[in-house]
C-alpha cells in the first residue's frame, strides 16, 4: 500500500467553501469510520433563541458560517479527546462568550495598566494580516486546549479579512491565516483527513491525537504555515506589507505651557538618574553578573549580563568577559579544583555530580551578595517617592516592585526634551530626542491645576509605540 501524501491538498483560489451542513457530514462520517470517540463527544445544536442574546452581550454579529455550525453541533463535551477541529476540542457557544469576556477583561487591564507586554516576537502569516498580540477582545475561540485555540478574527489588520480563522492563546507567538472563513477550515479539514493527509493516531493506551502523515510525532500545530500556504488565495498571500503613518499626535507649542512641561520631565530625569545611580552604588549589580533585577513581594529575578550588548556601537561580550560575570559560581568550582585536582573530583563521585554541587554552592553565594529582600522596601519608598512628586495617581505596575537596571534607564546627558506637542488642552506629549532606533515620549495630564506624568511609552520604528514603566 502507497504511503500517505505528506503535502497538502492545493485549495484552488477560486474555489467557492461548500455548505457548512455538507462538510459536517463528511466530518462525521470520517470520524464514524476512524475514531466514533470525536462523534459520540459532539454536543446537539444551540437553539436559535441564544444567538440573539449572545449576540448583545458580546456586541458583535457572528458570522453567518459560525451560526449555521452552531447549528449543527453547540461544540463537544467538555473532556473529551481527541479534538474535532484539527485535534483541538470544539467549543460550545457558552465557552465562546466566555473566552470572548475573559479576553475582554485581558484587554481593559493592558489598557488600564501603566506597561504594555512586549509583542515584539510575534510574527503574522500572511504579513500584516493578523494583530501581532497575545489576545484581542473580538477573537472567537471556537476551539481550543490549554495550548492555544482556532478562532474567528473579527478585528483584523490591515492586510486581513473579517472572519478569517487564526490560531491564538498559549505559545501561539506566530500567527497563521488558516482559512478565510469557518465554513473553508470545516471543508478543508474534510478533505485532508478523507484523502489520509492528516491522520489519527492511537497509542497502546487508546489515546488519539491528530498529526500529518509522514511525521506523526508532532501535532498538526506544527503545521500551520503549510496549511495555510497550500489554503489561502495565492493574492492574499503574497500582499505587500502594510504601511502605516508616524504615530505623532497633536501640535507642537512653544508657550508657557510647553516650559512647564518641558522642565517637569527633565526634573523628573534628574531625580530618577540620582536615584538609579544611588542605588547602584549601594548594590552593583553589574559588578554581580547582571544587567537587571527585580524584587516584589513574591519573589526576586535576575537577568542578563551588564552592559548593552543590543546597542549597535557596544561590542559582543568575549567568552571571558560571560565567564567573568559569573563570579562566584566560578570562583566556587576554581576552589574545588584547586583542593582535588579533576582526578579527585571525578573519584569522589563523577563529574556530574560535581558540577551539582558546586554550582548550587555558587548560586547560594551569589544570592547572598545580592542580599535579596534587604533593599526592596527602601527602594521601593524612593521610586514611589518620586513618582507621587511628578506622576498621576494611576495604578503602577511597579508600585511594589524593587527594579535596578544597568546601564542606567535614565541619563540627563542623553535624555533631552526634543519636542513638546498639545493633543487637547488637557493632554500634553513631550518627546525626547532619539537614542539611536529608540523614541520615547512621555504622556502629560492636567491633574488638579497641575501637570503630571502619566504614561511614559517607547518605540523602535516611530510608529508602534508600547508603554513602559517610568
Same mark, same amino acid.
Request: hydrophobic fraction near 35%; proline fraction near 6%.
Given at each position: ?10 485549495? !484552488? ?14 466530518l462525521?462520517?470520517?470520524?464514524a ?19 440573539c442574546?449572545? %449576540?448583545t ?19 463537544q ?5 481527541p479534538?474535532?477541529?484539527l ?30 507586554a ?19 477582545p473580538?477573537?472567537?475561540p471556537?476551539?481550543g486546549?490549554e ?15 473579517q ?19 469557518w465554513?473553508?477550515l470545516?471543508?478543508?479539514?474534510a478533505? %485532508? ?9 492511537r497509542?497502546e493506551?487508546g489515546?488519539? #491525537? ?23 488565495p ?11 503613518a !508616524? ?5 507642537a ?6 516650559n512647564?512641561c518641558?522642565?517637569?520631565v527633565?526634573?523628573f ?5 540620582a536615584?538609579?545611580?544611588?542605588w547602584?552604588e549601594?548594590r552593583?549589580?553589574h ?22 550588548? #543590543?546597542?549597535?556601537?557596544s561590542p ?11 563570579g562566584?559560581?566560578r ?6 579544583v ?8 571525578m ?9 551539582t554541587q ?7 553565594e551569589?544570592?547572598? $551578595?545580592?542580599?535579596w ?16 512628586r511628578?506622576?498621576?495617581p $494611576?495604578? $503602577? ?18 535624555d ?25 515620549r512621555?504622556?502629560?495630564l ?6 503630571l ?13 508600547r508603554?513602559?514603566?517610568?
Amino acid at each position: 500500500m502507497a504511503a500517505a501524501p505528506t503535502a497538502f491538498l492545493q485549495r !484552488p483560489d477560486e474555489r467557492t467553501p461548500a455548505p457548512v451542513a455538507q462538510s459536517w457530514q463528511r466530518l462525521e462520517d470520517w470520524y464514524a469510520a476512524n475514531v466514533p470517540e470525536v462523534l459520540k463527544s459532539l454536543r446537539p445544536g444551540v437553539a436559535e433563541h441564544a444567538f440573539c442574546e449572545i %449576540e448583545t452581550v458580546m456586541q458583535v454579529t457572528l458570522p453567518h458560517d459560525v451560526k449555521e455550525s452552531l447549528r449543527i453541533h453547540d461544540g463537544q463535551d467538555r473532556y473529551s479527546h481527541p479534538g474535532a477541529i484539527l485535534g483541538l476540542r470544539l467549543k460550545s457557544l457558552s465557552e465562546i462568550r466566555n473566552g470572548v469576556e475573559v479576553g475582554r477583561k485581558d484587554f481593559r487591564d493592558e489598557e488600564a495598566s501603566d506597561v504594555t507586554a512586549s509583542y515584539e516576537e510575534y510574527t503574522s502569516f500572511p504579513c500584516d494580516a493578523i494583530r501581532c498580540c497575545y489576545g484581542n477582545p473580538f477573537w472567537l475561540p471556537m476551539a481550543g486546549d490549554e495550548g492555544g485555540s482556532v478562532g474567528i478574527d473579527l478585528d483584523p489588520a490591515t492586510n486581513g479579512s473579517q472572519g478569517q480563522v487564526i490560531n491564538f492563546g498559549n505559545d501561539q507567538e506566530n500567527k497563521f491565516v488558516l482559512a478565510l472563513g469557518w465554513a473553508q477550515l470545516l471543508e478543508d479539514m474534510a478533505d %485532508e483527513l478523507e484523502r489520509g493527509t492528516i491522520v489519527a493516531i492511537r497509542d497502546e493506551e487508546g489515546s488519539v #491525537n491528530f498529526s500529518r502523515a509522514g511525521n506523526q510525532e508532532q501535532g498538526i500545530w506544527w503545521y500551520y504555515r503549510a496549511w495555510s500556504e497550500a489554503k489561502l488565495p495565492s493574492v492574499f498571500q503574497c500582499a505587500p506589507p502594510a504601511e502605516f503613518a !508616524p504615530d505623532i499626535p497633536g501640535l507642537a507649542i512653544h508657550d508657557d505651557r510647553a516650559n512647564e512641561c518641558r522642565t517637569l520631565v527633565e526634573r523628573f530625569i534628574l531625580d530618577m538618574h540620582a536615584y538609579e545611580r544611588k542605588w547602584l552604588e549601594i548594590r552593583p549589580i553589574h559588578k554581580l553578573g547582571k544587567s537587571c533585577v527585580s524584587e516584589s513581594p513574591t519573589g526576586h529575578h535576575a537577568t542578563g549580563t551588564p552592559g548593552n550588548f #543590543n546597542e549597535p556601537e557596544s561590542p559582543m561580550p568575549t567568552c571571558e568577559e560571560l565567564i567573568a560575570a559569573m563570579g562566584p559560581i566560578r570562583e566556587s568550582i576554581d576552589r574545588a579544583v584547586s583542593e582535588h585536582g579533576i582526578a579527585g573530583i571525578m573519584d569522589a563521585g563523577g563529574f556530574s555530580k560535581f558540577i551539582t554541587q558546586h554550582l548550587s554552592a555558587g548560586f547560594r553565594e551569589h544570592d547572598e $551578595r545580592m542580599e535579596w529582600g534587604k533593599y526592596r522596601k527602601d527602594g521601593v519608598a524612593d521610586w514611589n517617592a518620586i513618582v507621587g512628586r511628578y506622576c498621576t495617581p $494611576r495604578k $503602577r505596575e511597579q508600585r511594589e516592585t524593587f527594579v535596578q537596571c544597568y546601564p542606567l534607564r535614565y541619563d540627563p546627558a542623553r535624555d533631552q526634551v526634543a519636542d513638546v506637542r498639545q493633543v487637547t488642552p488637557e493632554h500634553i506629549v513631550v518627546y525626547l530626542q532619539p537614542d539611536g532606533s529608540r523614541v520615547t515620549r512621555f504622556h502629560l495630564l492636567r491633574h488638579e491645576g497641575r501637570w503630571l506624568i502619566d504614561l511614559k511609552e517607547e518605540t523602535t520604528d516611530h510608529i508602534h509605540f508600547r508603554k513602559v514603566s517610568v
